[in-house]
Nanobody
Framework: QVQLVESGGGLVQAGGSLRLSCAAS????????MGWFRQAPEKEREFVAA????????LYADSVKGRFTISRDNAKNTVYLQMNSLKPEDTAVYFC???????????????????WGQGTQVTVSS
């Protein structure tokens, strides 16, 4: 069982930065693929980024490439999402997700992830 708790959301002006954190409980965090998703008002939840636990595997949505960076600290059971050059269209509730991945596979489909956090609101003003 893994519990995920996001933090770091808030209100920021366009062009600004935020860093989201996702703290995970459980002893096997290091064997989990971790992902970030987001859901804007009246829109479906969409993939943002994912990171594996071996081989430096990382995947980004095209909309955030070059602006967002996902990273993890297995010693702290935490995954991060550094968001730079934020745009109003980045406004959404951001969710952390996790799924055990013994082979280190990473996914962009939300249905592949079993564990989810409650979400943290990010609002970017123009």
């Amino acid at each position: 069982q893994v519990q995920l708790v996001e933090s770091g959301g808030g209100l920021v002006q366009a062009g600004g930065s935020l860093r989201l954190s996702c703290a995970a409980s459980g002893r096997t965090f290091s064997s989990y693929t971790m992902g970030w998703f987001r859901q804007a008002p009246e829109k479906e939840r969409e993939f943002v980024a994912a990171i594996g636990w071996i081989g430096g595997r990382i995947l980004y949505a095209d909309s955030v490439k070059g602006r967002f960076t996902i990273s993890r600290d297995n010693a702290k059971n935490t995954v991060y999402l550094q968001m730079n050059s934020l745009k109003p269209e980045d406004t959404a509730v951001y969710f952390c997700a996790g799924q055990i991945s013994p082979l280190g596979i990473i996914w962009s489909r939300e249905t592949e992830y079993h564990y989810w956090g409650q979400g943290t609101q990010v609002t970017v003003s123009s």
